[in-house]
């Protein structure tokens, strides 16, 4: 069964404490690999697509990698406008989207 | 501006009274979805669909009805709806599927 497990399920950083979120997913024929931030009480914004293992990508302070089993969000030196949940998702070849539970970030100033 | 609006925002209603809530994105984006949020339960896809008369059922499709006769709009019907239908829901479309997906504003709808 595909599936995408996020961890931790809430976090929280002091401002400059860098760390990272997990994403573990088991599908067959990986199409892709997506973050989001959610803000509350508002839709998910996209951040990063990911395709294959080995993959990165970086957007200020948010670098995302991606292996064969799973991605890791790396935060570096995070201010508290980086607080929000952060949703992983991946693409079966059908075209249907799993998303994780997400983790909530906080950082405090 | 780009953007995937959704209506209504917000809707009380009782269980069987059938309802429809709007989805339209102005990207001419082939691929559009409908999910639905709960505490503890994150985002489930309801339904998708990769073009126009093509549909395809997500992880929690039972209870909603969905049609895409356009590109652009994609919405999501509740036939009779049931208590454990209340929820936070988000639709969403992309470029195609495996694209970034642009999420509409939400529709929070209780069932009572």
């Keep these: ?109 | 501006e780009a953007q995937v609006t959704q209506n209504p925002r917000y809707l009380i209603t009782v269980t069987g009274k059938k309802l429809t809530v709007t989805c339209s994105q102005n990207m001419n984006h082939e691929y559009m979805s409908w999910y639905r949020q709960d505490p503890g339960l994150g985002l489930r896809q309801i339904y998708y669909s990769m073009n126009v008369e093509v549909t395809d059922k997500g992880d929690v499709p039972e209870g909603y009805k969905v049609s895409r006769k356009e590109k652009r709009n994609f919405p999501l019907i509740l036939e009779s709806p049931s208590p454990n239908q209340t929820s936070l829901y988000f639709c969403a479309s992309s470029l195609d599927r495996g694209g970034e997906q642009y999420f509409g504003p939400g529709t929070r709808l209780t069932v009572t």
């Design chain 1, 1 to 109: 069964e595909d599936q995408v497990t996020q961890s931790p399920e809430a976090l929280r950083l002091q401002e400059g404490e860098s760390s990272s979120l997990n994403c573990s997913y088991t599908v067959s024929g990986l199409r892709g690999l997506f973050w989001y931030r959610q803000d509350p009480g508002k839709g998910p914004e996209f951040l990063f697509t990911l395709y294959s293992a080995g993959e990165e990508k970086e957007k200020e302070r948010l670098k995302a990698t991606l292996t064969k089993k799973e991605s890791f969000l790396h935060i570096t030196a995070p201010k508290p406008e980086d607080s929000a949940t952060y949703l992983c998702a991946v693409q079966a070849p059908t075209g249907k989207l799993i998303f994780g539970q997400g983790t909530t970030l906080q950082v405090k100033p």
